[in-house]
């Protein structure tokens, strides 16, 4: 296999930030510089064992003499998993392009022959916001803070619960006011049969007042016990709203 012709800048690692947590930072991009010193067109070709988590501009292309390009690699927002941070990697392929074959670069890779190919692999570097380094195995400052937060969430978590009220409690207060509910709704029956009687009362005195000529008034008490008699199931949706309202007022309490 040839010497890489290409010159390569930085020329062993590439360094992305990530968070504590290995989540890339968001809207960091790395540069990489290819530079072509020889008299030769050279084509090249980017290449990572991690494809699905780098976004590289551009990936391929062909370099005259004496010129120079830059990449651009932008991770995607994901995270780096721990096991697999050491295996993430780039390499530089590269070729001298064949006499008048400049046309049709994609032609050209698929023609060319294994030692002809000029290789050059770059590692990656992971830094968090304090400059540690994940791929460091004798540094756990950045692990040892990723353990204190998802213990400081557990422990707030279990604080939250301890607020919230009991299966029981609440079961027992919905039964309670199922209850008063079925109460109302009896007395409501009731309430609309006294109101039956009254209206047949009145029937029956008009009818035996009905010989004479005269009609006969009913007693001051009927239209008043008629006027109460609609607002009573007013009054006991306003005592079943007040209940349900209480309910669930425990939940949030």
């Given at each position: 296999m040839p010497n890489q012709v290409l010159t390569i800048e930085p020329q062993n690692e590439l360094k992305f930030k990530v968070d504590f947590s290995g989540l890339f930072e968001q809207g960091y991009t790395t540069y990489m510089r290819l530079i072509n010193p020889?008299?030769?067109?050279?084509?090249?070709?980017?290449?990572?064992?991690a494809p699905k988590k780098y976004c590289v501009r551009p990936?391929?292309?062909?370099?005259?003499?004496?010129?120079?390009?830059?990449?651009?690699?932008?991770?995607?927002?994901?995270?780096?998993?721990?096991?697999?941070?050491?295996?993430?990697?780039?390499?530089?392929?590269?070729?001298?392009?064949p006499e008048g074959k400049n046309n049709n670069?994609?032609?050209?890779?698929?023609?060319?022959?294994?030692?002809?190919?000029?290789?050059?692999?770059?590692?990656?570097v992971f830094e968090t916001p304090r400059g540690t380094?994940?791929?460091d195995s004798g540094d756990n400052a950045a692990?040892?803070?990723v353990t204190k937060k998802r213990v400081a969430v557990a422990d707030e978590?279990?604080?939250?619960?301890?607020?919230?009220?009991?299966?029981?409690?609440?079961?027992?207060?919905?039964?309670?006011?199922?209850?008063?509910v079925i109460h109302l709704?009896?007395?409501?029956?009731?309430?609309?049969?006294?109101n039956l009687q009254l209206k047949e009362e009145l029937l029956r005195l008009h009818q035996s007042a009905g010989g004479d000529g005269r009609v006969a008034r009913p007693h001051s008490y009927g239209?008043?016990?008629?006027?109460?008699?609609?607002?009573?199931?007013?009054?006991?949706?306003?005592?079943?709203?007040?209940?349900?309202?209480?309910?669930?007022?425990?939940?949030?309490?």
């Open positions: 020889s008299s030769e067109t050279v084509l090249f070709k980017i290449k990572t064992t990936n391929s292309g062909m370099l005259e003499p004496n010129s120079k390009v830059e990449i651009a690699i932008t991770p995607q927002p994901v995270y780096v998993d721990p096991n697999e941070k050491h295996k993430h990697k780039f390499m530089v392929q590269s070729v001298i392009a670069i994609d032609q050209v890779w698929k023609e060319i022959s294994p030692d002809q190919l000029m290789d050059y692999k770059l590692k990656c380094n994940l791929n692990q040892n803070e978590a279990k604080a939250t619960l301890k607020t919230l009220p009991k299966s029981e409690n609440v079961e027992n207060d919905l039964q309670k006011a199922s209850l008063e709704r009896e007395e409501e029956s009731k309430l609309r049969q006294e239209p008043e016990k008629q006027a109460q008699v609609p607002s009573l199931p007013l009054v006991a949706a306003a005592v079943v709203m007040a209940l349900i309202g209480i309910v669930i007022g425990k939940f949030f309490m």
